[in-house]
């Protein structure tokens, strides 16, 4: 195969730079969140069109951008009008035909539309790499997400992809081990464990028989980052696994992911294909004598098995149950064997050092933390999406400068960091760098990278309670303190929310946390107790309210509020709340036409605050719901 | 191999677990999962904590005695860590001891006691379900609302007599111990050896008829 | 066991050779064939694999993804993730439950509609997001609840309408 190398590489290159040439090429978007967006659609409304009109133009699928909040996204390369690529943000089906009567068949580049062009202009669109968020981003994993085919391998390796495995095994294992230390890198699943250290400890054992597990078990809720790789760059994680997998001596490779990321699935076997039809998977690679493959194996629905013994059960077709650790599957995995689990994006990384350099990526980044960081940006922010910047960047510069801060001019209350297991860390943690040893200090970890913000109108004791219910439904049920330590905590917090907390549950719910912190089988339950930890430190007067006054300040939790409509504001000929309220609590007074709420009726689902036009805006939510009285009590008088 | 445990001297074999080398010893560790021919530790009841100089607290199950290692048994971290675990299993468990069949040799209790743990008052109750105890077969009968889920039973079916009749089944607190679809154990494979019922240590597995012991 | 169950087991049985390591992927293909695990799907399995019954019906029931009884004919996972969770999820699966007077794991019993929760399904810029039979809906809000649920009210009536013709 290795002969073959330098022919697949001209034709990959020759074919990537056909479609730079070719006069209209578009990119669409089609990964998970831009077909929610409806970019399915309008690829088929793009095809159509073109095949209509008898345009010759080239149409790619391409992965995420990481402007998710921008989908569907869609590029359009037209090189003869001497205008760079145009990126268009929000193309529904609708636009489509604007786009192409408009661009593609004129002149006029609909720049309304444009999100900013791919290279520098003296026109009227923005530059996209000089927007505020592309200075402070720099792209390592994400280097050709949303820019590449996933589903064509000649794309990655015309943009140099498979070079560093090319490299890697041109040096020995130990080589490869020592460059990986001198980088400094960490596991990218979390605990940011050095990298080289774990691979070092699996290879200095004695078996014949070693695997790797690439972990693209992504369970935690809110986290996106290993879905947009894996679809969008399905590539640069397998070419790090298998340096990983030469680096360790392993023969045998297991991809663990979800089964509620389908598509994921299917462009992990798509490439894994086109990889064996190059030879860079299978027998003697790259002549080098090292063979290697890959299988890739779908969880069931058990988030517990992103903890990497669970894992091995479950791939072992076991319940997923951790087990005690030591010994660490680096020395007892997969079949009693030593393993190496490694995150998405760590190996991603992998490839990324082995191109530049441990120089080159200890250059980016702080000393005890080089490289990037990947986050996914969700809730109540701006720019929903994903990102990746160097590690040290402020959450500030997240937040504000990349994600484009809270929308509608609300206020930041809380930075939701690292999944389940993470914490929330309040305003005054806005200027924490980003790296494993700061979140750490602050009582949060930094997880895998999901990243929600809250605001105002998010309570902290319900999402507390939100997190401790969802480990409680997923933890494995195997040992005392997960088992019963969890649920007890998800008890606490449910009566707390629904107006029966007493005093002494702040307390308890201190001791118990700590207790499951030390004294838990595994990190799902060692860690559960964050949530509440971080937020009984950062936010304690929520709960306060919650337990003495009965009161919620975010005017969130079902039990503790009430919604009332403001006569005042009530306009008489407006009857959308009384049509739409699904339990008919909503009358409307006979004589006034103002309408009312009736409270026992009221199952205080928010549609009637949803839907009251905002010229209105006469519903209102209140606190303890007795507060009902006292409004209405100065109606009557 | 020496090593002490709160001061006194103690050998073991290489390997040998602190929970083993203790008992042997003559030195108390409550212990409801552990078994000692099992090959893996299961680790699941966190009652055997112990504290290691230098190391911090460890269940005694899962670790194995070093040379020269200093271990103690009654450290404030040990007894509050101890204390909550078998709070927990109290809280969630039918305290019935009155008629519980088990009674007289019920290690829950015994450890109970050893620990000086009452069934604690401030906790939440736990959401149990009450299921039906399954009296199917002629020997023995099933509670599962006494069940800790120690796993023994499911060990010594599995591994040991290889009966297979016994598993776990569903996840989290729903957890139980199970037949292939909950069916009664008298249509199940099972041959009635009786071993899981001699290892269980609360009321969840008992003879019917305590001279059927001895003839087992 | 009925004809048609042998067949599949059969031909799913053809692809995986008998080791344990396929147990979960076994569960998930047969699952796919038939809608749901069946007592014989998961004795048919142990059988193929050596493995106890009672241990394949542990595994089946440690994972979310297997279920014992058919799926409604329109399937709605409604996604809980954090995301979703925090731009109002609950309120949108309590509207379900409303809709559809069922709760959330249950079947209406006329077989139409199931309805589920989910942990995330990692579309958390769409949140909260909603999953009927596969399809995302993005951005709910109760009051979509209702618009949805009379949009699907409608397709089932009409092709059950086509069915008929």
């Known amino acids: 195969m290795t002969n073959d190398w330098e022919e697949i590489y001209q034709r990959a290159k020759e074919k990537w730079e056909a479609l730079e040439a070719s006069p209209i090429h578009i990119r669409i978007g089609t990964p998970t969140c831009g077909r929610a967006a409806g970019a399915l659609d309008t690829l088929k409304e793009f095809r159509e069109k073109l095949e209509k009109e008898g345009i010759q133009g080239q149409i790619t699928e391409v992965g995420c951008m990481g402007l998710c909040f921008a989908e569907p996204l869609v590029i359009i390369s037209k090189p003869e009008i001497g205008l760079p690529p145009i990126c268009y943000r929000n193309v529904t089906y609708q636009e489509v035909k604007r786009l192409v009567d408009g661009f593609i068949l004129g002149d006029d580049p609909c720049l309304e539309l444009a999100l900013g062009t791919l290279d520098l202009t003296e026109d009227a669109a923005p530059y996209i790499p000089e927007m505020l968020r592309f200075e402070i981003e720099e792209r390592l994993v994400l280097r050709n997400c949303g820019y590449i085919d996933p589903q064509d391998i000649d794309h990655y390796i015309a943009r140099g992809g498979y070079l560093s495995l090319r490299k890697a095994l041109g040096m020995s294992p130990e080589q490869i081990i020592d460059e990986v230390s001198k980088a400094g890198l960490r596991g990218r699943g979390g605990a940011g464990f050095p990298t080289g250290r774990k691979w070092d400890l699996c290879r200095s054992t004695k078996n014949e028989m070693k695997y790797i597990i690439c972990n693209a078990d992504e369970g935690d809720p809110g986290a996106f980052m290993d879905r947009v790789v894996l679809e969008s760059d399905p590539h640069s994680m397998i070419e790090g696994m298998i340096i990983a997998a030469y680096a360790v001596g392993a023969y045998e490779g297991f991809i663990y992911t979800r089964m509620e990321y389908p598509l994921v699935l299917d462009r992990l076997e798509q490439a894994l294909m086109q990889a064996r039809e190059y030879g860079l998977l299978g027998e003697d690679i790259f002549g080098s004598g090292f063979s290697f493959d890959i299988e890739t194996v779908a969880g069931a629905g058990a988030f517990v098995c992103g903890e990497e013994t669970a894992m091995i059960a479950s791939i072992e077709g076991r319940r997923g149950m951790p087990r005690p650790r030591p010994p660490y599957p680096a020395e007892y995995g997969l079949n009693g064997e030593p393993t190496v689990v490694d995150n998405v994006k760590t190996l991603a990384l992998v490839a990324r050092i082995m191109g530049t350099g441990a120089k080159g990526f200890r250059s980016i980044g702080t000393p005890s933390s080089p490289g990037t960081a990947v986050f996914a940006l969700a809730g109540r922010i701006e720019q929903i999406g994903l990102v990746e910047v160097p590690m040290g960047t402020t959450l500030r510069q997240v937040i504000f400068d990349v994600g484009g801060g809270v929308p509608e001019g609300r206020e930041l209350k809380a930075i939701q960091i690292g999944g389940p297991a993470g914490g929330c860390v309040g305003k005054e943690a806005l200027d924490l760098p980003v790296d494993f040893d700061s979140f750490k200090a602050a009582g949060a970890i930094m997880g895998s990278g999901g990243m929600i913000v809250l605001d105002e109108n998010n309570c902290m004791v319900e999402t507390a309670r939100f997190f401790l219910d969802f480990l409680a439904r997923e933890e494995c049920g195997k040992c005392i303190m997960g088992r019963l330590g969890i649920k007890q905590l998800s008890l606490i917090l449910e009566e707390i929310v629904r107006g029966n907390g007493r005093e002494e549950d702040l307390n308890l719910l201190e001791e118990i946390s700590k207790d499951l912190a030390e004294g838990a089988l595994c990190n799902l339950g060692r860690t559960a107790p964050n949530p509440i930890l971080t937020t009984l430190r950062y936010f304690r007067d929520e709960y306060e309210a919650h337990i003495k006054e009965k009161r919620c300040p975010a005017l969130v939790c079902k039990d503790l509020i009430a919604y009332y409509i403001l006569p005042e504001r009530c306009e008489r000929g407006c009857e959308h709340c009384v049509l739409t309220c699904p339990t008919e609590a909503i009358v409307s007074d006979e004589k006034t036409r103002t309408k009312r709420i009736q409270q026992d009726k009221c199952v205080k689902c928010g549609t009637c605050l949803e839907i009251c036009p905002p010229e209105y805006n006469a519903v209102i939510k209140v606190s303890p719901p007795d507060r009902i009285k006292e409004l209405e009590a100065k109606i009557g008088g | ?216 | ?165």
């Open chain 3, 1 to 165: 066991m009925l004809d048609e169950e042998g067949e599949v087991f059969k031909e799913v049985f053809s692809y995986f050779p008998a080791r344990r390591r396929y147990l979960i992927r076994l569960l998930q293909t047969v699952q796919q064939k038939l809608g749901y695990l069946s007592e014989d799907a998961m004795k048919e399995v142990a059988l193929h694999l050596g493995i106890s019954e009672a241990e394949t019906f542990g595994v089946a029931t440690f994972y979310n993804q297997f279920r014992f009884v058919p799926l409604g004919k329109h399937h709605i996972v409604v996604c809980m993730g954090t995301a979703c969770h925090t731009m109002g999820g609950q309120l949108v699966l309590d509207g379900f439950e409303r809709e559809l007077d069922v709760k959330v794991g249950g079947i209406t019993p006329d077989h139409e509609y199931s309805l589920e929760r989910v942990g995330c399904i990692g579309c958390c810029t769409k949140a909260p997001v909603v999953l009927i039979n596969n399809i995302i809906h993005p951005k709910m809000t109760p009051y979509k609840v209702a618009e949805v649920f009379a949009g699907l009210r409608d397709k089932g009536s009409k092709s059950s309408e086509e069915h008929q013709e």
């Open chain 2, 1 to 216: 191999m020496d090593f002490s445990i709160d001061g006194k001297k103690v050998k073991a074999k290489k390997g040998e677990k602190i929970l083993w080398a203790a008992l042997d010893a003559g030195i108390e560790i409550p212990h409801l999962c552990a078994i000692r021919e099992a090959e893996n530790a299961w680790g699941a009841c966190r009652l055997c904590f112990v504290e290691i100089e230098g190391r911090g607290v460890v269940t005694s199950c899962t670790e194995p005695v070093g040379e020269g290692m200093m271990v103690h048994t009654d450290t404030e971290r040990v007894q509050r860590l101890r204390k909550r675990a078998m709070e927990l299993i109290l809280a969630d468990h039918p305290m019935e001891c009155k008629t519980c069949p088990k009674r007289g040799d019920c290690e829950l209790l015994k450890w109970m006691k050893f620990l000086k743990v009452k069934v604690p008052k401030n906790l939440r109750p736990f959401p149990k379900e009450r299921l039906e105890p399954d009296e199917s077969h002629p020997l023995f009968v099933l509670d599962p609302n006494k069940c800790i889920l120690c796993g023994k039973c499911i060990w010594v079916c599995k591994e040991k007599i290889r009966a297979d009749v016994l598993d776990f089944a569903y996840r989290g607190y729903n957890m139980r111990i199970s037949t292939f679809l909950g069916k009664p154990i008298a249509q199940s494979p099972c041959i009635g050896c009786g071993e899981c019922v001699k290892v269980c240590p609360v009321g969840a597995l008992y003879f019917k008829d305590k001279e059927e012991i001895k003839e087992v």
